[in-house]
C-alpha cells in the first residue's frame, strides 16, 4: 500500500510539473498551482533585465547632450521614480489576472482590437533584442580588440548568431528557466557591477564636477527632455507592456503592496544605479559607445569584466523574446510558442546585423527608443483607465479567451481604437528625437523641448472618457428604442 500510495503521489506531482510546462507556452490563465513565482524572483526578474550595459549607454546620452553630470543624474532619479512607480500598477495586473498584458488588452480594445497594440509589442520586443545584443557585440569585439584581435564584419556576425541562439533558447524553455536564470546569475552580477562601480569612482578619472556644455534657456529644457523620454520616464513606460506576462505566475495569495514594491525596486535600483554609472564613465570619454566606455575606464580589467556584464543584455533578451512570442498567440497565430521564439531570433538577428553594418548606433538607438513611446504611452494610459477606473480592477477573464465575434466582447472598440491613434498623433508632434521624421510640430515650435510621453498620455486618456461617454449614450438610446 505504501508503496501504491507513492506512485499515485508521484503521477500527480508529475501531472502538475507537466500542466506547469505547457501553460507557460500558452496564453490560458495560469493555474493557482503553477503560479509559484515569489516577490524575490520578480526583484530578480527586473533586475536582470535591466542590469545591461544599455542603460550605460543611456546614461551616457545626457552628457552627450550637453547636460552636467548633476543634471543628469536629477533627471535619471526623478524620472525613474515617476516612471516605476507607474509599472508596479501594470505588474498587479498581471496578479490579479493570471494572463499576460497582451490578453489584457482585449478587456481594453475589443477582441480583434488587441490585435494592433500586440502587433507593436511584437515588433517592439524583437527590436530591443537587436538593440541589446549589439550590445553584447559591441562589448566582445572591444574585448578582443584589446587582446589584439580583430576579426572584421564576419567575425561580428558569427558572435551575434551565437549570442541570439543561446537568448532564443532560453526564452523557448520557457518562464521557469527564465526566473533560474535571473535567480543565480543575477546576484553575481550585482556584485560583480560594484566592484566595478568603486574602481572607477576611486580611480580617479570622473570627473564629479563636469558642467556640461553650459546649456542655458530652451536648449537646456531641450537635452533635459530628451533624456526624461530616453531614461527617465520613458525608460519606466517601455516595460508596461512585459509587466504581466511574468507577474501572472505570481499567486493572489501574495501581498500586492510586498510585490509591487519588490517589482518597482527591481526596475529602478539597476536603471538609475547604471545610468549614473555610465553617466560618469561618459565624463571621461564623451562618448556613447558602451564598449568603448569600458575600455576607457578599465583597460586591461575590462577583461573579466566584460565576460560578466555580457550577462546583462542575455537576460534582458530572454524576457524580449519571450514577451514577443506571447504576442504574437495574441494574434490569434494557431503556431506553438516555442517555435515563434526561433522566428523571433531570426528577425531580431536580421536587425542586428542591419546595425552591424549601419555603424550609426547612437542615432538609430535613440531613433528607435523616441519611436517606441510613440505608442506605448497611449495605450498604457488606455490599459490604466479601464482596468482601474472602468473595471474596478473586475475583468471578466473567460471572455478574454472567448472566440472573436462570439459576443463576449466587443470585436473592436473603437472608443479604444481612437483614442490610441489620437494618442499617437500627439506623442509625435511633440517629440523631439534626432531623426527628423521624429521631430514633431508642436516640438520644434517649443524649440525642441520633448513632452511627447505626456502629450500622448494626456489626449489619449481625455480621448477615451469622452469616447466612452458617447459609446455609453449611444448603448442607452438602443435600449430605449428597444
Known sequence: MPTANLGGSLSIINDDLQA??????????????ARTSTVAHQFWIWSGANVAPINWVLGALGIVLGLSLLQTILVLVIGN?????????????????????????????????????????????IGWCAINTWVILDLVVALFAKLGFDGGLVFKILVAVLVMALQVWLAAVGFRAIARFERWTVPITLVVLAAMTVFA????????????????GTALWSALSTLMTAIGIGWGIT?????????????????????????????FIPTVWLGI???????????????QLVVNAFGFLAIPVIFLVIHGPIATNV???????????????????RKLSYGVGILALAFNIYLIVNGQFASDLDAWLSGLVTWVAPWATIMLIHFYGVKKGNVDVDALFQPPRSGALVDVSWAAIVAFVLGIVATWSFEYAVPTWLQGPAASALGGIDLSWLAGSIVAGLAYVIGLRIQGDRMHVRLATK
Not at 569612482?201 to 542655458?216: D, K
Not at 516595460?239 to 526596475?267: E, I
Request: charged share 15%; aromatic share 14%; with cysteine.
Open 201 to 216: 569612482w576611486t580611480s580617479g578619472g570622473v570627473h564629479w564636477g563636469y558642467a556640461g556644455g553650459g546649456l542655458e
Open 20 to 33: 506547469t510546462e505547457s501553460v507557460e507556452h500558452s496564453l490560458m490563465p495560469i493555474p493557482e498551482k
Open 81 to 125: 521614480l515617476i516612471g516605476m512607480a507607474v509599472f508596479g500598477f501594470f505588474v498587479l495586473m498581471g496578479q490579479r489576472t493570471a494572463v499576460s498584458q497582451m490578453v489584457l488588452s482585449r478587456s481594453a480594445f475589443g477582441r480583434r482590437g488587441a490585435y494592433v497594440p500586440a502587433l507593436l509589442q511584437g515588433l517592439l520586443a
Open 319 to 337: 524576457l524580449n523574446i519571450y514577451s514577443c512570442s506571447l504576442s504574437a498567440l495574441t494574434l490569434d497565430w494557431k503556431v506553438d510558442r
Open 277 to 291: 554609472f555610465g553617466a560618469t564613465l561618459a565624463t571621461i570619454s564623451q562618448t556613447v559607445d558602451p564598449g
Open 239 to 267: 516595460w508596461f507592456a512585459y509587466a504581466s506576462d511574468y507577474s501572472r505566475f505570481v499567486s493572489r495569495t501574495v501581498s500586492p503592496r510586498k510585490l509591487y514594491f519588490g517589482s518597482v525596486l527591481g526596475q
